[in-house]
């Protein structure tokens, strides 16, 4: 089934065109990775899925609903789409149950103490039942990203998109934290992923999309993609990084 | 040749560093005491020094006053210590108002940055007569008609517009990415600012605030133009009393007991949150 479709989506940031006349089909449950040059428009595009950034035109459904209307709150639909950020974006001032609690608590008004059982359950499953009292910088970059994670888990979204969310780690943490997304994959979470890990998203995702220019230029399994690239563009890419 | 070790569990570049601490504390106590000798010998020397001793630094006026003027002082504390708050609080209204985008609320908006305006560009001293002999003049019953509420209201009004000017800089320096990971999470606007920017907004002004929390403590003395016996006005009425300049210097000196600490203080925080940010 499809999940999200976006339709000849286009921003720009004053003149110049960010994504262009883009096309996208995410189904339910797969993880899509999308791959490209920085500028690309991989960011953008995840941040005008969450309607972070509003879209100049097209349109961008969420289970066949058009969430990209200008006219619409876009409060509700950012609660259903989660986004975890390259910079972790932890809020410093809060311990890291805070941080996971602070969204449902003010947005489903539930109570630290109806939300603790779903939360430490969040924790444990991740690795980290011993750090929910810990601020950000007490915690190692891998921690963080995954405290990130659940944050944005805690709002028990539909869809999760990450934006290129191990490139500020250390190569020794990226690892724990490639680790959560197989498990949520495992769990049958719909997720859009921008990312560098050649490896990984030829491992885990069920489509990858090259973006050139703020549009897709060539778009199919992994073993395709990777092993038999159809576009000049998209062989001199991975004959880069790879 | 041998390479000795230079003293047992000291690295040379160690010992080179004791060194030159020494050499400087050697050299900065020299200078010192140069300049300060060089002052007690030649002030004494000028031709008016003995009569600006007498009326400026004399004794005997010294502590006949001080206690007394220590006693004015607490008024001068009590008054900062009602203000400050309330300053606190006030500019923070300001400064949320300040950056409303509801059109409805624009007239908030347009309010905040007059006020803002108006108020760091009028000379504090001129609020306060302004204030603390209009409003009185209005013609209200007691108590109404007290100087300490309006030269009060006048100290609030002026600071918190430079307050607000710097809460509104500390939420500006909170970064965008805030923001955004609040709103990506479904947060509304106001529980993003709430929950999220201003915590952090609130603790990264702390040491300007400090700054202006000190100015405040000097610029009490502003109020005994329109008649609270504050220490500025007493040490006036023991000038008079005495015909001696003796009790300014002595207020002068209570008011640093107050604001060298504080400054010292601000300055500290500061550094401490220039070593947490690096």
């Known amino acids: 089934m499809t999940h999200l479709v976006l339709r000849n989506v286009q921003k720009s940031f004053g003149n110049k065109p ?26 953008t595009l995840l941040r005008c899925i969450n309607l972070l950034e509003p879209i100049d035109d097209g349109f961008i459904e969420l289970d066949g609903q058009d969430i990209s209307d200008p006219e619409r709150d876009p409060q509700p639909v950012r609660q259903r789409i989660g986004l975890v950020f390259q910079s972790f974006n932890l809020f410093p001032h809060m311990t890291a149950e805070e941080n996971v609690m602070l969204a449902p608590r003010r947005i489903k008004r539930l109570s630290r103490d109806q939300l603790r059982p779903d939360i430490a359950g969040l924790f444990d499953r991740f690795g980290l039942s011993e750090h929910m009292q810990h601020y950000p910088d007490q915690l190692s970059g891998g ?15 539909e869809i999760m ?7 500020a780690l250390d190569p020794e943490l990226v690892g724990e934290v490639l680790d959560v997304l197989r498990q949520l994959k495992a769990q049958g979470m719909t997720m859009v992923m921008a990312t560098h890990e050649m490896g990984f998203a030829r491992e885990v995702a069920d489509k990858v999309c090259f973006l050139s220019d703020g549009r897709i230029l060539e778009q199919g399994p992994p073993e395709q993609l990777f092993g ?8 001199a890419f991975l004959s880069a990084v790879l | 040749m041998t390479l000795a070790p230079a003293a047992p569990g000291k690295t040379r570049r160690e010992l080179h560093e004791t060194r030159a601490r020494r050499r400087g504390i050697v050299i900065a106590s020299l200078s010192t005491l140069l300049v300060i000798g060089a002052i007690v010998v030649l002030v004494p020397l000028a031709p008016g020094w003995e009569a600006v001793q007498e009326s400026f630094f004399n004794g005997e006026v010294f502590l006949r006053t001080f206690p007394k003027l220590v006693q004015a002082f607490l008024l001068d504390v009590a008054i900062f210590a009602w203000c400050a708050p309330l300053i606190a609080v006030w500019a923070l209204v300001i400064a949320l108002c300040r950056d409303v985008r509801n059109p409805a609320l624009y007239p908030l908006r347009l309010f905040a940055i007059l006020y803002t305006d108006i108020f760091r560009g009028v000379p504090v001293v001129l609020v306060v007569y302004l204030i603390g002999f209009g409003v009185p003049g209005l013609g209200l019953p007691r108590p109404w008609n007290s100087p300490y509420i309006w030269g009060s209201l006048a100290l609030i009004l002026t600071y918190s517009a430079y307050v607000a000017e710097i809460y509104r800089s500390g939420i500006e320096s909170i970064h965008a990415s805030q923001r955004a990971a609040a709103l990506s999470l479904g947060m509304s606007k106001s529980d993003t600012m709430r929950f999220v920017i201003l915590p952090q907004a609130l603790r990264r002004v702390v040491p300007a605030n400090m700054n202006m929390f000190i100015a405040l403590q000097k610029d009490v003395a502003l109020l005994s133009f329109i008649g609270p016996v504050e220490v500025l006005r007493q040490a006036g009425v023991f000038k008079s009393l005495l015909a001696n300049f003796t009790p300014y210097v002595v207020a002068a000196i209570i008011f640093l007991c107050v604001t060298i600490p504080a400054t010292r203080y601000a300055d500290y925080l500061i550094a401490k949150q220039n070593r947490a940010r690096s």
């Open chain 1, 228 to 235: 038999a690239p159809q576009q000049a563009r998209t062989q």
């Open chain 1, 18 to 43: 960010v994504i262009d006349g883009l096309d996208l089909e995410v189904n339910e449950g797969d993880m899509v990775c999308l791959i490209g040059a920085s500028g690309s428009g991989k960011s």
């Open chain 1, 143 to 157: 921690q963080q990203q995954r405290v990130a994670i659940i944050r944005a888990l805690a709002m028990r979204p």
């Open chain 1, 161 to 167: 998109l990450f934006d290129e969310i191990t490139s």
